[in-house]
C-alpha cells in the first residue's frame, strides 16, 4: 500500500448543511496556483447530501479530499478533529460558503518564507472580498505588517475577516474547548491564547471572497445572545486578563466590562459571581448600568 506524503498545507473546511456551496469552493481549490496541499472536509453532522456531494468532488479532484463526519457538536468541536488529523504544516480554514482566488495559498506560503525567524509566529493572512470583489474589513497599518490577534483586534481596533493560514502544532497545542457543545464558540478565545506567545504576520492583499448567508454562524451570533452566553463570559474574562498587562483603549475596556455584565447576566452567574470574573472591580461597577441596559435590551428583543 502506498502513502502518500503529507502535504505542506491542509485546507480545512468545517460544514453543517452546506452541500449546495461547496462545488464553488472546491472550484477554486482546483485553481490553486500552489499545489502541495489537501482538503479535509468535517462534516458537524449534516443532514442533507453532503457526504454524497463530497464524495462526487474527491473522486474529480487533483488533490486528496478527506472527509470526516461527526455527531452535530459545533463547529469549534470541528476545528479540534480537523487539527489532530490534519496531515500539513499548515491549517488554511476556510467556510463552506467561501472561496479562494487562485494565487491564494502561493501568496499565503510566499509571506511565511519572508518572515526571517517564523519560531514566534503562529500566521499568516490576508485580506477577505465579498462576491462582487469589494474588499471587507479594515486593511493592516502597513502593506505587511507583524502583530498578534489581541493588539490587532483590541488595541488598533482592526475589523473584518481575513484569510490565512496558521501552524498545525500551535492549533493542536490551543485547542477551544469542549464543554461547550452545539452553541456558537468565538474562535476569539483560541486567538487570544495564541496571542500570548506567537504572532501573525498579514499583508494588504485580497486572496479570498465571502459571502455572509442568513443561515450562517455570522447571523446566529446576532439572533440569541443568550444562546451562546456562556463562551462569551470566557472569551471576554480572558480578555479582559490580559488587558491588564497591555495597553488598552478606555473604549475597548468599558466595552469588553460592560459585556462581561450583559453575558454573565444572561448566563445567571449573578453579580457576586461576575464580580469574581472581574480584573479591574472599579471599572467594572462604573461600567454596570451598560451592562445591566445591554442585557435588558436582548430580553425585550427576544420576546418580541
Known amino acids: 500500500m502506498t502513502v502518500e506524503p503529507a502535504p505542506r ?18 472550484e477554486s481549490l482546483c485553481a ?16 442533507d447530501d453532503t457526504a454524497e456531494v463530497v464524495a462526487g468532488l474527491a473522486a474529480a479532484s487533483p488533490f486528496h479530499v478527506e472527509y470526516r463526519h461527526q455527531a ?26 467561501d472561496w479562494y482566488l487562485p494565487s491564494c495559498l502561493e501568496r499565503l506560503m510566499h509571506h511565511w518564507e519572508t518572515i526571517p525567524d517564523p ?20 486593511p493592516y497599518p502597513l502593506d505587511v505588517f507583524d502583530s498578534d490577534y489581541f493588539t490587532l483586534t483590541q ?24 464543554e461547550f457543545r452545539s ?35 455570522s447571523g446566529e451570533a446576532r439572533r440569541r445572545p443568550a444562546d451562546a452566553a456562556a463562551p462569551r463570559v470566557l472569551l471576554l474574562h480572558e480578555l479582559l486578563a490580559m488587558g491588564q498587562t497591555r495597553r488598552v483603549p478606555v473604549g475597548a475596556r468599558v466595552k469588553a466590562y460592560a459585556n462581561l455584565t450583559r453575558y454573565g447576566l444572561h448566563d445567571a452567574r449573578g453579580l457576586r459571581g461576575l464580580a469574581r470574573l472581574a480584573p479591574d472591580r472599579r471599572l467594572w461597577a462604573a461600567t454596570l448600568p451598560l451592562g445591566g441596559a445591554l442585557y435588558l435590551r436582548d430580553r425585550m428583543r427576544d420576546a418580541v
Not at 502541495?36 to 453532522?45: A, P, R, S
Not at 475589523?159 to 492549533?171: H, P, T, W
Open 9 to 26: 498545507i491542509t485546507v480545512c473546511t468545517p460544514t453543517y448543511n452546506r452541500a449546495h456551496t461547496l462545488p464553488r469552493l472546491h
Open 32 to 47: 490553486q496556483t500552489f499545489r502541495d496541499f489537501e482538503w479535509l472536509v468535517v462534516d458537524d453532522g449534516s443532514t
Open 72 to 97: 452535530n457538536a459545533g463547529k469549534h468541536i470541528a476545528l479540534n478533529r480537523a487539527a489532530e488529523v490534519s496531515r500539513g504544516r499548515f491549517i488554511a480554514i476556510v467556510d463552506s460558503d
Open 119 to 138: 519560531s514566534g509566529f503562529a500566521e499568516v493572512q490576508g485580506l477577505c472580498a465579498d462576491r462582487d470583489g469589494n474588499a471587507l474589513g479594515d
Open 155 to 178: 488595541v488598533l481596533r482592526l475589523r473584518g475577516d481575513r484569510a490565512g493560514m496558521i501552524r498545525a502544532d500551535v492549533l493542536r497545542a490551543h485547542p477551544f474547548p469542549e
Open 183 to 217: 452553541i456558537l464558540v468565538p474562535e476569539a478565545i483560541v486567538l487570544n491564547r495564541i496571542a500570548q506567545r506567537y504572532r501573525i504576520r498579514g499583508f494588504n492583499e485580497v486572496i479570498a471572497q465571502k459571502e455572509y448567508l442568513p443561515t450562517g454562524l
